[in-house]
């Protein structure tokens, strides 16, 4: 069978279905384990003191902000290429997931901010990008609801998703493209150097997997519930002409 | 068992706050949003079975 056959409505639906509680446990689990560790289990930092726990929340939240646009870049060059509504429906579907993600990482971002750089908001290059991608986010979302043919609307939001790819390359690169910004380095990298010690790296990963599977879990509900909805859609149109 | 978060406490428990609270308003959106429009279509369903 296929891959692209998982795509169906009706099959994705029925593969779906038993996997939702499943992930939502395990996101549920995967936090509490991440945040309880990290809050209550970990030192403070010799320089930031308190606030280096702010990172279990800022760091997982900032990587999903980037990730999800990501999914819906693959997402909407899928439905491009190939059609395949129920990947236009997935993109939609994570869009205001990835703007709550984003907003977590600029609020918490700029709430540590305060103390560590002496100002709430500065214009370094990975802050702008931020700011910038959460707008595309905005303008991604007001598009979906302002069209009404759905084809239309998944084919402009699908050229919108893929120039705001730019953005949210520059929100993870910004840091190595310009020297100059406040904003430090990567805290998780394949670079074992460039990590965090080892004290906040393991929660942090707990965080963050608990991160990645709750967003997993909300797509896959807004997916179905998209899906639902068109043919709620289509079951309205039909009888009104009949 | 309550860290000592000391001059930092404000931003550390507002940064959870607002984060924890984000989290749970995006889920509870979420599960309504899916109720409701499962429910809609439940009824439609039936109609169109029964007309």
């Not at chain 1, 169906?8 to 639906?13: E, G, S, Y």
């Not at chain 1, 730019?166 to 998780?188: E, P």
């Not at chain 2, 978060?5 to 609270?21: C, D, F, Q, R």
Request: with cysteine.
């Amino acid at each position: 069978m296929s891959i692209w056959e998982y795509a169906n409505p009706r099959r994705f639906m029925g593969w779906t279905a038993p996997l939702v509680p499943v992930l939502s446990v395990l996101a549920g689990a995967a936090l509490a384990v991440g945040l309880i560790w990290g809050y209550f289990f970990t030192p403070d930092d010799y320089r930031m003191g308190a606030t280096v726990k702010i990172i279990y929340i800022h760091v997982p939240s900032a990587m999903m902000a980037i990730n999800a646009w990501v999914m819906m870049l693959v997402a909407s060059l899928i439905w491009i290429v190939r059609r395949h509504h129920v990947s236009a429906l997935a993109a939609r579907a994570a869009a205001p997931v990835g703007m709550a993600m984003t907003v977590i990482a600029l609020l918490t971002g700029a709430i540590w901010g305060q103390p560590m750089w002496g100002t709430w908001w500065a214009w370094d290059p990975r802050l702008t990008s931020f700011l910038i991608l959460f707008l595309f986010y905005l303008g991604y979302i007001a598009m979906w609801a302002a069209i009404e043919n759905p084809d239309t609307a998944a084919d402009l939001t699908s050229v919108l998703c893929l120039v705001g790819s730019v953005f949210a390359i520059l929100s993870r690169y910004a840091v190595n493209f310009w020297n100059q910004g406040l904003h430090q380095g990567a805290s998780l990298s394949l670079d074992a150097e460039e990590n965090v010690a080892d004290v906040f790296w393991v929660p942090l990963v707990v965080s963050l997997v608990g991160f990645v599977l709750l967003f997993l879990a909300l797509v896959l509900v807004r997916t179905r519930t998209e899906i639902r909805a068109r043919r709620l859609h289509a079951i309205g149109l039909h009888e009104r002409m009949g | 068992m309550m860290p000592e978060l000391g001059k930092y406490a404000p931003e550390v428990l507002s940064a959870y706050a607002l984060t924890l609270g984000l989290i749970a308003a995006l889920v509870v959106l979420t599960w309504v949003r899916a109720r409701r429009v499962k429910r809609a279509l439940d009824a439609a369903e039936a109609r169109r079975a029964h007309g």
